[in-house]
């Protein structure tokens, strides 16, 4: 029968159906950070309970490390105490750990995928929303709380309810200057926030078969904010490229065996599906949001719905009908686990160079793991950056949330590559937060102001 690589890959990790209806699932991969671990190792200890795969575990520091300068001990007390604590419950229990001092440290979301622990067809969960992410692999990637956490430590196991599967399907090319995080964006504006409740989004069509594997990131990170609790995209060729050679990928025959069971797992022809939607790429604009939920957007030339919610409207300082294109920032943010790539930072870099950051605007781009920093490095574009006025910080989740010392002050106003406009997310509580694509970024911090990057793309090399 043919069948979603959803429920291959539920069906293959199912332990067994337990009387509360939901599936106990192995877990194949188990990401760790600071934040949603300490009080799960703690409740190990209360029960003198070991770690049941250790070596299917890794643990990274990303949160709250400063990305201005990374030596140790940390200047930021709280950001050294959590560090230290992580150091020593992976220490005492057998996990591999990368904090700054290590190459492999990064954005949990960045460094997976990267490192090739993210594979097809795995069940992976980390104490953190946006593990989606890793589902531009063909994984399925739960994000989980820190009770569960501990269940996955002790037993490598989570109690999931089981999902439908939405297919939704992008077709067509987009147009220069429209990117994946246009998409999602737009995916999520039409349907809703809460639209994937129960849902796990598989995405298809040939946009999203064009798009490369950090495009596919940028696409499942946020399917959480719609609701969804996980997002995917069937491995193809362009996976087996993206993983071959990488560290913790399979190597030599091994390799090629993988690939013919990755292969098996990706959706059938005719496979069944719950819902099924479908979108155009030749209609999908540089989107931007202009409220406090990221299904709050707007094309850059389209005016803010009339019957937009008055609330996120008084907050952000938008009117009925009104646009956000011309909106003067305060903030540019380039970076996160949606778009701290080094694709984002490249597309941004060529936007940017031989401009100038406008000077009212603080502007900052943190790569997403050093691996990326290295790599920019390399290629000379934290130069570029710097030399148009960016600051280029070290790796780390940084603006993207106010648990470390890169935060909004006041109202300030952020052109942000992340992925939620939640009031205080960027830790000022009356800041404010626009997101929209690296390039889209890089254009406002150039302009002082959200514009319309196609405007500013004539005589750059794509
Ligand atoms: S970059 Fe933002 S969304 Fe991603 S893991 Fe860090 S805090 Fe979470």
Not at 316 to 335: C, K
Request: with cysteine; net charge negative; charged share 20%.
């Amino acid at each position: 029968m043919p069948d979603t690589l959803f429920r291959k890959v539920w069906n293959a990790h199912a332990v067994r159906v337990l009387p509360s209806g939901q599936t106990q699932l192995f877990v194949g991969l188990h990401l760790l950070h600071e934040v949603t671990s300490p009080q799960a190792f703690d409740m190990l200890r209360q029960h003198s309970w070991g770690v049941a795969f250790p070596d299917r575990t890794f643990a990274t520091v990303d949160h709250i490390v400063p990305t201005n300068t990374q030596r140790r001990p940390f200047l930021d007390l709280m950001a050294e105490e959590m560090t230290g604590a992580l150091e020593r419950n992976c220490r005492e229990f057998g996990i591999e750990l990368w904090t700054p001092d290590n190459a492999n440290q990064g954005i949990v979301h960045v460094i997976g995928p990267e490192l090739g622990l993210t594979q097809p067809g795995m069940t992976i969960a980390c104490g953190d929303s946006h593990t989606s992410t890793h589902g531009a692999l063909g994984a399925l990637a739960f994000g989980i709380g820190t009770s569960q956490v501990r269940d996955v430590l002790a037993a490598q196991c989570l109690a999931l309810e089981p999902l439908n599967v939405r297919r939704i399907d992008v077709n067509g090319r987009l147009a220069r200057g429209v990117y994946a995080k246009d998409v999602i964006l737009t995916i999520i504006r039409r349907l809703g926030v809460h639209g994937g409740v129960g849902y796990a989004y598989e995405y298809g069509g040939s946009t999203i078969d064009a798009m490369s594997i950090d495009e596919r990131m940028t696409i499942c990170n946020m399917s959480i904010e719609g609701g969804a609790r996980i997002g995917y995209v069937n491995p193809d060729a362009t996976t087996n490229a993206f993983l071959r050679g990488r560290r913790f990928a399979p190597a030599g025959g091994a390799f090629d065996r993988a690939v013919g069971w990755w292969r098996e797992l990706a959706s059938d022809p005719g496979a069944p599906y719950d819902d099924r939607v479908t979108f155009d790429a030749a209609a999908v604009e540089p989107t931007v949001t202009w409220g406090l939920n990221p299904g709050q957007s707007v094309g850059i030339h389209e005016p803010i719905t009339a019957s937009a919610d008055d609330e996120a409207l008084a907050f952000m300082g938008f009117t009925p009908g009104g646009r956000v294109n011309g909106t003067p920032i305060d903030v540019a943010f380039i970076g996160s686990c949606t778009n701290g790539r080094l694709s984002d930072l490249e597309e941004a870099a060529r936007l940017v160079r031989g401009r100038h950051v406008a000077p009212h605007v603080k502007a900052l781009v943190v790569p997403g793991s050093q691996a990326v920093s290295r790599e920019a490095e390399a290629r000379g574009l934290h130069q570029t950056f710097i030399d148009a006025g960016f600051e280029w910080r070290g790796a780390g989740c940084s603006m993207c949330l106010g648990m470390n010392t890169d935060r909004l002050e006041g109202r300030q106003m952020c052109a942000s590559s992340s992925n939620r406009n939640f009031k205080g997310r960027q830790g000022s509580p009356t800041g404010r937060t626009l997101l929209m694509s690296p390039a889209m970024v890089a254009a406002a911090a150039i302009a002082g102001a959200v514009v319309d990057v196609r405007d500013m793309l004539e005589g750059v090399p794509s």
